[in-house]
């Protein structure tokens, strides 16, 4: 039997009312995604929507949720060419950084400016 589920075209993190300016200041600024316009229709809702570099997957969509709780188990994954540089630039502009002991792979945690944990690493996992 054929997969039924063949890609992941977008990852939704949720962000705070109002939270647009920090969530393009940490995902645009530091990590380097490029915003996209979001459809008229969606973007009365607020939030933002980044892609992720050339010859990767998907977008990463931040959706406004009036009950915001920060996801601090659930998380992304990304890829990251330099692990190290990152969480020394995240550390240098306030943001928490958790260093992960894992003899397999460079990794860390980086918290965005809400709370929501993101996990960095050197390779993708298998």
Known sequence: MKPLVRAITHVQVAIPV???????????????????????????????????????????????????RPAKKAHVAFVSSDVTGLAKMARSQGYEVLEVQDDETEQVYIYDPFGNRLEFMAKESS
């Open 18 to 68: 109002g939270g647009e300016d920090k969530a393009r200041a940490f995902y645009g600024e530091l990590l380097g995604l490029v915003e996209v316009a979001k459809p008229p229709e969606l973007a009365k809702r607020g939030g933002c929507w980044f892609e992720l570099p050339e010859g990767t997957c998907g977008q990463l969509h931040l959706g406004v949720d009036q009950d915001f």
